[in-house]
């Protein structure tokens, strides 16, 4: 079993950044990854970014495209999630989800999930 927990979340002005962290416990495996995901009040979960271990390839929607950034701590385990140029649309409550096998954006796919942890966006 695989554990994760986020952190880094709060409360920023729009223009704002905050750095999200997802730090990982437990069995991993090859072809590991770990992806961002959202989900704002009324609205659908939804695909932020993810990196896979292998060659440290990110992926990323196209609506946080050149304003979010992922990347890796091989050392402590932990993914993180660097949100720059933050609008108000990009509030929701943000997880950390971890798979073993190859990448996808699809949820349903992802085996192990954390709490989530908020970020608001004001104008």
């Known amino acids: 079993q695989v554990q994760l927990v986020e952190s880094g979340g709060g409360l920023v002005q729009a223009g704002g950044s905050l750095r999200l962290s997802c730090a990982a416990s437990?069995?991993?495996?090859?072809?590991?990854?770990m992806g961002w995901f959202r989900q704002a009040p009324g609205k659908e979960r939804e695909f932020v970014a993810a990196i896979w271990w292998s060659f440290g390839s990110r992926y990323y929607a196209d609506s946080v495209k050149g304003r979010f950034t992922v990347s890796r701590d091989n050392a402590k385990n932990t993914v993180y999630l660097q949100m720059n140029s933050l609008k108000p649309e990009d509030t929701a409550v943000y997880y950390c989800a971890a798979r073993s096998g190859y990448y996808t954006d699809s949820p349903e796919n992802y085996n192990y999930w954390g709490q989530g942890t908020q970020v608001t966006v004001s104008s």
């Open positions: 437990g069995r991993t495996a090859s072809s590991y990854g």
